[in-house]
C-alpha cells in the first residue's frame, strides 16, 4: 500500500499539471472573452456557446464563474473609488509599486495621481 502511494506521489511530481487550474483553459480565450465583456455581453451563457465555436471544450459553469467574477471585480472597483481612504493608507498605496497592489487599488491610486498632483511630487521627492 505505501508502496504504490510512494509510485502515484513519483508519477505527480514529475508531471507538470499536478496543480493546474482550470484557469488555464480560458488562456487561449481570455483576450477574445475581454473583447466580448467590453462589448457588453456579460451573460455566461453567450459567450460559452460562442467558445464553444471557437473550440473552447470547457463548462459553461467555467465561463458563468469567470464572468460573475469580472462583475465583481468591476463593482469592487467602482466601490474603491466611492470609499474614503485614510491618510496612512493613501500613503503606503502610493509608496508600494504598483505591481503589489490589486486593481482596486490601483484604480483608486491613479485617481488619487490624476486629482491631487503635490501628493504625486512629494513621493517622488522621498523615492
Known sequence: MLERAARCREVAVQRNDVFRSTESSFEPYLEWLDGQW?????????????????????????VSEWATRRKRA????????NRIRSARTVARLLIIGRDNLTKSETVTIAAIESGVPLLVAARDIIL
Do not use: Q
Request: proline letters at 3%; aromatic letters at 6%.
Open 38 to 62: 467590453a462589448a457588453g455581453k456579460r451573460n455566461g451563457t453567450e459567450p460559452w456557446r460562442r467558445l464553444r465555436t471557437l473550440g473552447f471544450r470547457g463548462s459553461r459553469r467555467l
Open 74 to 81: 468591476d463593482k469592487a472597483d467602482a466601490e474603491s473609488l
